[in-house]
């Protein structure tokens, strides 16, 4: 007979071991001496040993699942209830106690982390859901947009919940998805129908800006060239593929009209400009005819430099007062002269004095009378004219009373 610690072998070949609960039969072994018996079971027990160490390794460090290590330990503890094998079954036995105690604490610990992971789970989609809902009213079309479409990527990345709260959560997800969707496609169909509006009224303003562009008509078209700008301003924008084109052609009808205005301003001014230098040296050559010694002489040169000044066209508004008085100051004094003879050399002065103040008075009166019935009609132009013939006349008025009050004396 052959024994250790853990088991013998008896003389009829019959291999025990010990536990807590007394020997038991191991197996029977016929082939060999005790010894090899003994230790053929032996090696079966650091077989088991191996095993359990290796399943206690994976459930410490690999994600095995409660049920599989279950399986597992279950596999081991048949195999050493059944006492196949010689040494320690005991401590193998609480070896495989305490790992079932340890997977149920992994199980435990896994269950609460779950729970943990589904309520962040929970706590972040309903996030995601109040935020989508608040975007979805949002007007900031592209930026919304942009941020929806985030949301659902981090939604696809989260855990999923039970079925119930999952499919709550996500039909308020995607409620606020098609809300913020139909409301900003409405915005866009409002968009371009209120710039279809905006091209036709475009359409409208161009033809007639183009049709414009050839008038020389200055002043009334250019008015309405800035009446067209206003409804421009007014009728909003066109589509984008339309805008440019109508904006240009719109501009480009306004440039041709006022190049070919400032064109023709351009050619009277200097026109005017160089009229005006013209009368200036002839008003210059009529101041030296003064003081008069020789009415004759005097009166046929004035004459003369009055007919060049009437063939020499119109000058700048702002310059006409001030050379056509240089003019007339001269007519004056000749005027004043031609009276002083006629008093001087005529025995009939007073007579003729008298009718020819009485003319003047009545010229004079009729002079006014146009004169306020011009500024009346608006006619500025006319009624300059007849004012700086109301002076002539008005001084030949006031040399015919001053006449009149020498005979008088």
């Not at 031609?338 to 007579?351: D, G, L, S």
């Amino acid at each position: 007979m052959s024994s250790d610690p853990w088991g013998r072998v008896d003389e009829t070949g019959t291999v025990y071991v010990r536990t807590a609960d007394g020997e038991q039969v191991v197996g029977s072994w016929q082939a060999g001496s005790p010894d090899e018996a003994l230790a053929y079971f032996e090696r079966k027990y650091e077989g088991l040993v191996v095993e359990i160490g290796l399943l206690e390794k994976r459930v410490k460090t690999t994600d095995l699942s409660s049920k599989d290590a279950q399986t597992a330990i279950g596999h081991l503890r048949e195999q050493v209830d059944a006492h196949h094998a010689v040494g320690d079954l005991d401590a193998l036995r609480k070896r495989l106690d305490a790992l079932v105690e340890l997977v149920e604490a992994r199980r435990e610990e896994r269950k609460a982390q779950r729970a943990r992971q589904s309520d962040e789970a929970r706590q972040a989609k309903e996030a995601l859901v109040a935020e989508a809902e608040e975007l979805a009213q949002s007007d900031q079309w592209r930026a919304a947009g942009e941020r929806l479409r985030s949301l659902v990527d981090t939604w696809k990345g989260l855990p999923r919940l039970d079925r119930k709260s999952d499919d709550e959560l996500w039909h308020r997800f995607s409620h606020a998805r098609s809300a913020f969707s139909k409301r900003r496609k409405q915005h866009f169909a409002q968009l371009d129908a209120q710039r279809e509006e905006a091209r036709r009224a475009k359409e409208r303003l161009v033809a007639e800006a183009e049709s414009l562009s050839g008038s020389t008509d200055w002043g009334p078209t250019a008015a309405r060239y800035r009446e067209l700008m206003s409804e421009w301003k007014a009728a909003g924008r066109a589509q984008r593929e339309h805008e440019d084109d109508l904006w240009n052609r719109f501009r480009g009808a306004q440039d041709v009209f006022f190049a070919a205005r400032s064109s023709v301003f351009a050619e009277r001014d200097a026109e005017q400009a160089e009229n005006l230098k013209l009368k200036e040296e002839l008003a210059g050559e009529a101041e030296k005819l003064l003081p008069i010694t020789d009415l004759k002489a005097a009166r046929a040169a004035f004459r003369a430099i009055n007919e060049r000044w009437e063939a020499i066209g119109h000058v700048p508004r702002d310059a006409r007062p001030k050379v056509e008085g240089r003019m007339h100051a001269v007519e004056r004094a000749m005027q004043e002269a031609e009276e002083a003879e006629w008093r001087r050399t005529n025995p009939e002065a007073r007579a003729r004095a008298a009718g020819l103040t009485g003319q003047l008075q009545a010229a004079v009166d009729k002079l006014k009378g146009q004169i306020e019935q011009a500024r009346a009609q608006g006619n500025t132009a006319k009624a300059e004219k007849l004012e700086r013939e109301l002076e002539g006349r008005q001084a030949l008025l006031d040399q015919a009373l001053k006449g009149l009050q020498e005979f008088g004396g």
